[in-house]
Nanobody, 131 residues
Framework: QVQLVESGGGSVQAGRSLRLSCVVS???????????MEWFRRPPGKGREGVAS???????RYTDSVNGRFTISVDSTNMTLYLEMNSLKPEDTGMYYC??????????????????????WGKGTLVNISS
């Protein structure tokens, strides 16, 4: 019923910026009243980490390592999720995924929700940051 497609990844040097996009497409007939959308990443050889989330009621959340450098946003007119990544570091390298759950808002406190809270996933876009 829902498809997510990421784009915008690439290989850049530390200190540069990238903007990731995630286009959310709905099968005809699908409807939603609220959402929680999130960017995850998986560094090489490591587990998946929630990077940033945004809820339909407004609040955004970031993991500590990207707070102040990354900005998550959503264009509700076309349901496109963005992640603006500035001052990139080699530690930011990994596969980035967008994910979403609908008809609910983001739960929890100050951190992005865990991966098991998400219902739909994109296939990822690779980000490689060199020193």
């Amino acid at each position: 019923q829902v498809q997510l497609v990421e784009s915008g990844g690439g290989s850049v040097q530390a200190g540069r910026s990238l903007r990731l996009s995630c286009v959310v497409s709905f099968v005809s007939g699908y409807s939603y009243g609220s959402y929680c959308m999130e960017w995850f990443r998986r560094p090489p050889g490591k587990g998946r980490e929630g990077v940033a989330s945004i809820s339909s009621d407004g609040p955004t959340r970031y993991t500590d390592s990207v707070n102040g450098r990354f900005t998550i946003s959503v264009d509700s007119t076309n349901m496109t999720l963005y992640l603006e990544m500035n001052s990139l570091k080699p530690e930011d390298t990994g596969m980035y995924y967008c994910a979403a759950q609908f008809r609910v808002r983001c739960s929890g406190g100050g951190r992005p929700p865990p991966d098991y809270a998400m219902d739909y996933w994109g296939k990822g876009t690779l980000v490689n940051i060199s020193s």
